[in-house]
């Protein structure tokens, strides 16, 4: 089995400054790592995602995440957030045996403060 | 990439009433589909795996009489919600993805219920 854990449940932040939303799991097998953002009253969005590779990944509007076998870890980083960033924040596993079963983290909020 | 078009957008209904929420893998084919159950400021539960042609898969706690779901055709599964009460009241989302070796879940727009 898979679970997901986000500790913070509500991050606060001023406008341009670096945020990191931190993310951790624990499974049995190999699994492969997401970033889903959803946008108020919107449905979810792929944000990033580790397959294999190199263990760094980024999204094309400033965030990036690293994979951290050893502290089953992948931290959700931005050096300079924007108002528009502001929304809920999920970090999922999907076991690699089975990849369409994704598994959610239960979500971090980021809100950006002008 | 992959679209998955859910239907509809929002929905209000009266208790007691039954609600239909389609899911679409448009450019396509899926032969399973996720659905999930948001409960406000909570994180996504998935509540079943819908395989074409074949029974819904169910995780612990979810009730199938309640929640009936349907795959009928490689593009479209359906979940219904039965004798709907405010406690139903959701945001409903389902997923779909494309088999291969870059493979990702694609997630549908949502559905809120809401149920008075």
């Known amino acids: 089995a898979q679970s997901v854990t986000q500790l913070d449940s509500q991050v606060p932040v001023f406008e341009e400054a670096p945020v990191e939303l931190r993310c951790n799991y624990s499974s049995s097998v190999s699994v492969y790592l997401f970033w889903y953002v959803q946008y108020p009253n919107q449905g979810l969005q792929l944000l990033l995602k580790?397959?294999?590779?190199?263990?760094l990944v980024e999204s094309i509007n400033g965030f990036e995440a690293e994979f951290n076998k050893s502290q089953t870890s992948f931290h959700l980083r931005k050096p300079s957030v924007h108002i528009s960033d502001t929304a809920e924040y999920f970090c999922?596993?999907?076991?690699?045996?089975?990849?369409?079963?994704?598994?959610f983290g239960p979500g971090t909020s980021l809100s950006v403060i002008p | 990439g992959a679209v998955v078009s859910q239907h509809p957008s929002r929905v209000i209904c009266k208790s007691g009433t039954s609600v239909k929420i389609e899911c679409r893998s448009l450019d396509f084919q899926a032969t399973t589909m996720f659905w999930y159950r948001q409960f406000p400021k909570k994180s996504l539960m998935l509540m079943a795996t819908?395989?074409?042609?074949?029974?819904?898969?169910?995780e612990q706690g979810v009730e199938k009489d309640k929640f009936l779901i349907n795959h009928a055709s490689l593009t479209l599964s359906t979940l219904t919600v039965t004798s709907a009460h405010p406690e139903d009241s959701s945001f409903y989302i389902c997923?779909?993805?494309?088999?291969?070796?870059?493979?990702?879940?694609?997630f549908g727009q949502g559905t809120r219920l809401t149920v008075v």
């Open positions: 997923s779909a993805n494309v088999k291969g070796p870059n493979t990702e879940a694609f």
């Open positions: 999922a596993v999907s076991p690699k045996t089975s990849y369409d079963k994704v598994i």
């Open positions: 819908s395989n074409e042609g074949s029974k819904a898969t169910y």
């Open positions: 580790y397959l294999s590779g190199s263990t």
